[in-house]
């Protein structure tokens, strides 16, 4: 009968040869620590060091005092060297903290990228304008990713709608956003909400058409 491969299997063979102790693992696993280091690996998710667990997006770095070894690891594996009471929380905040930073750096340097890009092919657009302004709000606005996406579509730039987060929340932006014609707004609704898509989908509905009024006391009604 064949043993599974646990994650002690994978963390005896990936971990111990780069630890001081190379025997008992819960010794080992006592000299590495989380960094802080963080790195965003969404464009090619990567597999955790440790466990091998495949698909990361983020991965957080450890690291030996003792022997200078840093690995790449997955959230799970990160708790997984704080076993226990307030540290184990305190090392699981800080690595989920540090994750949504780290994807949000990412998402930012994709969405730098792809406007620079859109500059190279055409001079008139102000790439780094928009990216001061993108970068104020921490979104796009309905105008301004309308002006991107005319130009994206227009040189074929391939981009990754989830980067290019809109805000609606002042008055402005959702009439910016409701304002769209039809066609003009397909070519964002990748990048909105569920939430966002209904709004517009609200108010873009056609008003009622109100009933006929209502035929005069002692006259037929119309056949």
């Known amino acids: 009968m064949s043993v599974p491969f646990t994650f002690t299997h994978r963390a005896r ?15 080992a696993c006592a000299e590495w620590a989380y960094t802080g280091g963080t790195r965003d690996v969404s464009a090619l998710p990567q597999p955790c060091a440790v466990c091998t667990r495949d698909g990361r997006h983020v991965l957080y770095e450890l690291a030996n005092q003792g022997t200078g070894a840093t690995l790449w690891v997955g959230r799970e594996c990160v708790v997984r060297f704080r076993c226990g009471g307030a540290a184990a929380l305190t090392t699981r905040d800080r690595a989920r903290g540090d994750g949504r930073a780290a994807r949000d750096r990412g998402r930012m340097d994709r969405v730098r990228a792809t406007l620079r890009a859109i500059r190279a092919v055409e001079p008139t657009f102000n790439a780094a304008s928009m990216i001061a302004a993108v970068e104020r709000l921490g979104r796009f606005t309905p105008s301004q990713l309308d002006l991107a996406a005319r130009f994206l579509v227009r040189h074929g730039i391939a981009w990754e709608p989830a980067d290019f987060r809109v805000s609606i929340r002042r008055d402005e932006h959702r009439r910016q956003l409701l304002d769209l ?28 058409v109100p009933p006929p009024p209502a035929a005069p006391t002692g006259l037929p009604s119309p056949p």
Do not use: C
């Open 13 to 27: 063979a990936n971990l111990l040869p780069l630890s001081r102790e190379r025997q008992n693992l819960a010794a």
């Open 181 to 208: 014609p039809a066609w003009r707004y397909e070519r964002i609704r990748r990048a909105l909400s569920p939430e966002q898509q209904q709004s517009y989908e609200r108010g873009q509905l056609p008003r009622p």
